[in-house]
Nanobody
Framework: VQLQASGGGLVQVGGSLRLSCAAS????????MAWYRQAPGKQRELVAA???????NYADSVKGRFTISTDNGKNTVSLQMNSLKPEDTAVYYC??????????????WGQGTLVTVSS
């Protein structure tokens, strides 16, 4: 299963960006899709996650500013980022927890997409 992320870029403080990530390949179900980020010199951290039944979870630092969502087919996850701050600058990675056709749960990562918030 491959995850293809898109939507990063350069934005000014207070601006907005929308990231998207699409899953392709053979699988039975995607249990959870999530966005992580890694800033220079820091560990990768969870930004937001959404389950296949619509439950969401956000890092405290992005609550009220970021919104995670999936499409009806649930193989694409988006992250709407509003009121961006310089500290949101990072490489953003999408992740999916997937049950494959053999019934095995595994994780898959997309390539990173750089978000730069300039002041």
């Amino acid at each position: 299963v491959q995850l293809q992320a898109s939507g990063g870029g350069l934005v000014q403080v207070g601006g907005s960006l929308r990231l998207s990530c699409a899953a392709s390949g053979r699988y039975t179900i995607i249990k959870t899709m999530a966005w992580y980020r890694q800033a220079p010199g820091k560990q990768r951290e969870l930004v937001a996650a959404i389950t296949n039944v619509g439950s969401t979870n956000y890092a405290d630092s992005v609550k009220g500013r970021f919104t995670i969502s999936t499409d009806n087919g649930k193989n694409t996850v988006s992250l709407q980022m509003n009121s961006l701050k310089p500290e949101d600058t990072a490489v953003y990675y999408c992740n999916a927890q997937i049950i494959n056709t053999d019934g095995i749960l595994f994780g898959s990562w997309g390539q990173g997409t750089l978000v730069t918030v300039s002041s």
